[in-house]
Structures are given as C-alpha cells and as structure tokens.
C-alpha cells in the first residue's frame, strides 16, 4: 500500500541535457531530491528544520534509478515520491518520472537513507517525525 504521494512539476533545462539532446542520467537523482523534499514541506517540516532543529540528518546509502524513456529539453515533469519503508534509523523513498505532456513513464527509483547525527552517526528518527513519515507511508503501527 502506497500512502501520501507528493507531486512536483519541474521542466528540463537545455543544461540538464546530454550531446544526444536527452537528459544526462544523473539529474535523475537531482529530481528525486527535489521530490523528496518537496514530501517533507507537505508533511509540516523541511529537511533544514531537521537538521537545524533536531540535528537530524538522512544521508543517502542506495540510489537506484531505471529509466524507461528519454526525457528532452522543454518537457514539462512530473516527479511523484512516497514513502516506501520508514524505520527507527532508515527512510525508503519510492519516485516516479512522467512526462506531462503524454503520460509517459520517465524512470522510476528509489532512495535509502540511513538517520544520522552531524557526525553521520546512526540515531534515531525523532518521534516528531517519525510519526508523520509513519502517517505518510500508510503504516500506522
């Protein structure tokens, strides 16, 4: 079961593309974090306050993205993030790409974060938190 799914509209700048006039693979990632982020302000905070306020940082352990079709200068994007998984020290964020225009799928991925301190020690995900990303995945318990 999928729970809150957060959706972000970005359009591909002629920098992101390649000599093929396609979008170089690694922005990929880039729209993921612009996705992910964007989730965090609709639950109630940003990653900023978590970091400033709590001193809680999720660091990225496992990035993986398969795309499906090309993505090119001018296309208007639909990024959609939710969340996979939600544990004590570890978030799971799920994305997909689409492009506005016809629907098609871009590429899909997903990213593991490990919850650390300033000095990327393991901690715990404050229960502040932790309670909206357990609302926003679906899981209640």
């Known amino acids: 079961m999928i729970g809150r799914v957060s959706e972000v509209r970005l359009r591909v700048r002629y920098a992101e593309t390649d000599q ?21 302000r609709q639950l109630g905070f940003s990653y900023r306050d978590m970091e400033q306020n709590d001193g809680c940082f999720i660091a990225v352990v496992d990035a993986r993205c398969r795309y499906k079709a090309p993505a090119r200068y001018d296309d208007e994007v639909m990024v959609r993030t939710h969340l996979k998984n939600v544990r004590e020290s570890l978030v799971h964020f799920g994305y997909e790409l689409v492009r506005v225009s016809d629907g098609v799928l871009l590429a ?9 301190d300033a000095e990327l020690k393991t901690r715990t995900m404050p229960e502040k938190h932790m309670a909206l990303f357990r609302e926003a995945s679906g899981k209640t318990g």
């Open 20 to 40: 093929m006039g396609v979008v170089y693979h690694a922005n990929y990632f880039i729209w993921f974090e612009v996705g992910r982020v964007e989730l965090l």
């Open 108 to 116: 899909e991925g997903e990213t593991t974060h490990i919850v650390t």
